[in-house]
């Protein structure tokens, strides 16, 4: 059984910083891309950072530069470290796993992330 859980989130100041992580269980963590989505109040969830089994990864414009991806074989963990927060980055964040072999998608439940200006 698959299962995703994100911790981390919380009330952060503008310019603050924050790191989320998200504990997987039930796959094989160190072959498996994994994926940060985040959604905002009335809007659709989108993509924020992805990693690869082989540590490659990439980012939505919107983070660039001040977001980092990283993850933890040993410990099935990914990471999501936030620096320079801005209001517009309060969402729920989501961890995913994105199954290939039958095209199934994984979701944690998400852990929410509020940025006070």
């Known amino acids: 059984q698959v299962q995703l859980v994100e911790s981390g989130g919380g009330v952060e100041q503008a310019g603050g910083s924050l790191r989320l992580s998200c504990a997987a269980s039930?796959?094989?963590?160190?072959?498996?891309?994994m994926r940060w989505y985040r959604q905002a109040p009335g809007k659709q969830r989108e993509l924020v950072a992805g990693?690869?089994?082989?540590?490659?990864?990439n980012y939505a414009d919107s983070v660039k530069g001040r977001v980092t991806i990283s993850r933890d074989n040993p410990k099935n963990t990914i990471y999501l470290q936030m620096n320079s927060l801005k209001p517009e980055d309060t969402a729920v964040y989501y961890c995913?796993?994105?199954?290939?072999?039958?095209?199934?998608?994984?979701w944690g439940k998400g852990t929410l992330v509020t940025v006070s200006s």
């Open positions: 995913n796993y994105y199954r290939q072999v039958d095209g199934r998608d994984y």
């Open positions: 039930g796959i094989i963590f160190s072959i498996a891309t």
């Open positions: 990693i690869t089994s082989g540590g490659s990864t």
